[in-house]
């Protein structure tokens, strides 16, 4: 059976390519367009999943879509019309009203494209319950407790569920508007960056701040009994649609909000601390209730909310759980693998297989010959084919070198897990600074991961639990702090990647064979690309990269390049 998944909602359209009871395919439109977050119908990733498939549109036996416009229409409407918002209501009609028109273009687009056949079936799926597909199915769990926090589903901002073998149960819904994820973008947007997009920006920016505002975060956000939230939406304009996220009320609380590119305020840096605590207490409340509710010791996450890793770090070490499953994408575009899995598990009753979705290396590969092609295009640079390219490349790292690192098929989901992954020694005190002023055009708060051998985990972190996608920032061992000095946040914390030979073997033996020069089984890594730019996808955008860069050697597969005096 081939099942296609795509969510085309706003932002981060993807497809996901289920076959033969696994997740062979899964991939981000923006890697093809280069625009971050495109929501725009994710064409070339269906494209590539049908290649990777090796099976043409007509060879579909269902696709699903992770979104029903249609219900967010009449369920905003009805919304709006039982408190009188008329200006509201206009602005839904508008705007969902042209978004479920697209939708329904997707359709047409899609079969006119590909040239589907009557035997293909077309599904909508419920958001919430695709984003809680995505996480659990996948999970080593035969049963859990399954939590999404997002901005918004059709009718829903946060859900609870349970799930058991290959059914989904849902235990509540929060109503729109009472949203954890619109909180914090809201937060995000009012200290100068960019909405549905900056809020690890400002994850990152509140370990430099205080938690002086937590009276005020408190009653924005109110925490009530059985688990509910209560978000003074006086003070918010999200759920209205109408521009920016914060009222006129919250600016004369807060005063003005920060210029986009100004100056950092200690008021700013103090604003997100607070933001940020706040979070996690909602969260972990929400989350203690389910584990009374529920009585399970296993918990999924997923939404949008779910790539805020020190909140999810909170919720396992908080909230009763005593396991917790992140699936590499578990934003909008992992809704798309939800959806896929919904239509296998709950509508074919197909039982879960081991290893549905093991790796996170979804995306498309290149070969040698594809790689060499390019490089033709680059007279300038100089390059070698090497047998011990993992052996050069450690040695490399030793000495001080920043290295991109181009191998195999390219991740799903946000983070650079060691396909397409920009790498350097984390014993410099000063390679955090580089890399953000030389390499990565970026401010100076933000972190970078320190991706470390899954033996080792429990040497450097507090809390030994896997993270394989990096979705959860721990406290690294105070003693072990300067040996990884750039690997560690300003609070002490890091967002681990631990590395396992058998998902990503050709990472694992980089890692390894740096230890056995260093001493130290970690790298810092980061992903390839620079700011505002997607994660690169092709030889030719890794070039690009490596050119406009201050980056020293770049590995493609076994291919290791140079610049000119640069060796």
């Known amino acids: 059976m081939n099942i296609l998944g795509i969510n085309s909602v706003a932002v981060d359209a993807a497809a996901s390519l289920v076959s033969k009871g696994k997740v062979i395919a899964a991939m981000e439109e923006e890697r093809f367009t280069r625009i971050k977050h495109d929501g725009a119908f994710p064409v070339n990733a269906i494209e590539s999943c ?4 090796k099976i043409e549109a007509s060879d579909l036996d269902a696709i699903c879509f992770s979104f029903d416009e249609w219900k967010a229409v009449r369920s905003r409407l009805l919304y709006f019309m039982s408190r009188g918002d008329v200006r509201a209501l206009w602005n839904t009609i508008c705007k969902r009203g042209k978004a479920f028109i697209g939708q329904l273009q997707h359709e047409t687009t899609f079969q006119k494209k590909f040239s589907i056949t009557k035997k293909t079936k077309i599904y909508k799926f419920d958001h919430h319950l695709s984003h809680a597909a995505s996480c659990f199915f996948p999970s080593p769990f035969d049963k859990a407790a399954i939590l999404i926090l997002d901005a918004a589903g059709e009718d829903t901002s946060i859900s609870i569920h349970i799930g058991r073998d290959n059914r989904i149960q849902t235990l509540k819904k929060y109503p729109y508007g009472q949203s954890l ?19 690890g920006k400002v994850m990152g920016l ?44 919250f600016y004369k609380e807060f005063g003005p909000p920060r210029i986009p590119e100004s100056q950092i305020t200690q008021r700013d840096e103090n604003l997100a601390a607070s933001l940020q605590k706040r979070l996690e207490d909602a969260a972990i409340h929400i989350a203690r209730h389910l584990k009374k509710i529920s009585g399970m010791d296993r918990l999924c996450l997923a939404g949008g909310v779910a790539l805020n890793g020190v909140m999810n770090a909170a919720i396992l070490e908080h909230s009763g759980f005593k396991e917790v499953y992140l699936m590499p994408s578990p934003g909008d575009s992992g809704s798309s693998t939800g959806a896929a899995l919904l239509y296998q598990h709950q509508i074919q009753n197909q039982q879960r297989e081991e290893g549905l979705l093991k790796s996170p290396f979804l995306g498309v590969s290149f070969s040698d010959e594809e790689v060499e092609k390019e490089l033709k295009n680059f007279p300038n640079l100089r390059w070698e084919k090497r047998q011990d390219y993992l052996d050069y490349t450690a040695h490399k790292l030793a000495e001080g070198a ?33 890399l953000n002023e030389r390499v990565k055009f970026r401010e100076s708060f933000r972190p970078f991961a320190p991706a470390i051998l899954h033996e080792h985990s429990a040497e ?14 721990f406290r690294i061992r105070e003693e072990m702090r300067d040996r990884i000095s750039s690997g560690v946040h300003v609070d002490g914390t890091g967002r681990g990647q631990t590395v396992h030979k058998e998902i990503s073997p050709t990472f694992w033996e980089l890692i390894r064979s ?13 992903s390839f690309n620079v700011r505002g730019e997607p994660i690169i996808n092709t030889p030719l955008e890794a070039l690009q990269c490596f050119v406009k860069t201050k980056m020293d050697f770049l590995v493609m597969d076994d291919i290791v390049v140079w610049k000119p005096n640069g060796r």
């Open 514 to 526: 740096f230890r056995e020069k260093t001493g130290i089984p970690v790298l810092l890594n980061t």
């Open 402 to 434: 920043i290295i991109g690192w181009f191998q195999g098929r390219f991740e799903f989901g946000p983070r650079a897990l060691g396909a397409r992954s920009i790498l350097a020694d984390p014993r410099r005190v000063d390679m955090k600074d580089i």
């Open 181 to 199: 994820g619109a909180f914090y973008t809201s937060l995000t947007e009012f200290l100068g960056f960019k909405p549905n997009s900056g809020e």
């Open 206 to 249: 509140a370990a430099y701040g205080e938690v002086v505002f937590a009276k005020q975060m408190e009653h924005l956000l109110a925490l009530k009994p059985r688990g509910d939230i209560q978000l003074d939406l006086s003070y918010f304009t999200h759920h209205r649609g109408l521009g920016s996220h914060c009222s006129s009320r």
């Open 50 to 53: 049908l290649s990777i498939g």
């Open 460 to 473: 450097y972190f507090e809390n030994p639990h896997d993270n394989p996608f990096m979705l959860l920032v």
